[in-house]
């Protein structure tokens, strides 16, 4: 069974509807989360914001998506994975200084951009063998794993890189430390796959009702292709603070 055909049968009814009522339901625990933090003093400000973002911005790209994966061309297939990119290098340097904020975008975006093209082509055209090969469903739902991934790989990088240089350490040293601290997520999440938790390709999968070993496959190409990006991307980023006059 192919990615096409197992994303299909989820869009065919593979996978149950749920009601909205009941998918209220499953804020019980965010409540709980907020009733804590607002009984500890923290504040419930960013939570509720980030929650009521999350809400509206799934719901927005459900219907975006209707009409994107209905396309018969290439071109809106292109022109949202650009949007993705652009989305993602400017989330993944939010949070380091302004004053280097353009040029840093930009290195973000190039890490970015190359870690995650290459990996969308060598999966989506040498593993799946897509047809047509910008087939909506598939390459914009890679792409958001890839993207995100390197996204993340590259926002870990450059904060701890930014630290470790403002500590005093040399550009080699700080390198090494960020990109060491960029991958621990990628590594835990290799290490615990399949024994701490069902990612969610895979959990979709067997939802839709795909064969667990069917679905393991597809979550062993995931996991190869979101720890390649995130890690590639990372390093390149840092290589380009090199390139951008920070030397030792």
């Known amino acids: 069974m192919t990615l096409a055909c197992l994303l299909a049968a989820a869009a065919d009814g593979g996978a149950k509807e749920i009601p909205l009522t009941r998918l209220a339901i499953s804020f019980a625990p965010v409540v709980a989360l907020l009733a804590v933090q607002r009984a500890w003093g923290l504040g ?96 914009i739902s890679l792409a958001g794993m890839i993207f995100a991934n390197a996204m993340n790989a590259v926002s870990l990088a450059g904060e701890r890189f930014a630290s470790e240089r403002r500590g005093g350490a040399g550009y080699l040293a700080a390198r090494n430390i960020a990109m060491n601290a960029a991958l621990i997520p990628l590594n835990n999440t290799m290490l615990a796959v399949g024994l701490v938790s069902l990612p969610g390709m895979m959990t979709g999968q067997l939802l839709a009702g795909a064969s667990p070993l069917v679905a393991a496959r597809y979550q062993i190409m995931v996991m190869a292709m979101v720890f390649g990006s995130g890690g590639i991307a990372a390093a390149i980023y840092l290589r380009l603070q090199r390139e951008s006059g920070q030397r030792a």
């Open 44 to 139: 419930v400000g960013k939570s509720t914001i980030a929650t009521v973002r999350m809400l509206l911005q799934l719901l927005v790209v459900g219907y975006v998506l209707v009409s994107i994966f209905q396309a018969e061309g290439p071109w809106i297939v292109l022109a949202t994975l650009s949007i993705m990119l652009m989305a993602a290098s400017w989330i993944a340097v939010r949070s380091l200084d302004v004053v280097a904020g353009h040029r840093r975008r930009g290195e973000a975006f190039a890490a970015i951009a190359f870690s995650g093209v290459v990996t969308l082509v060598i999966i989506t055209q040498g593993v799946l063998m897509l047809e047509p090969w910008y087939s909506p469903r598939e390459m």
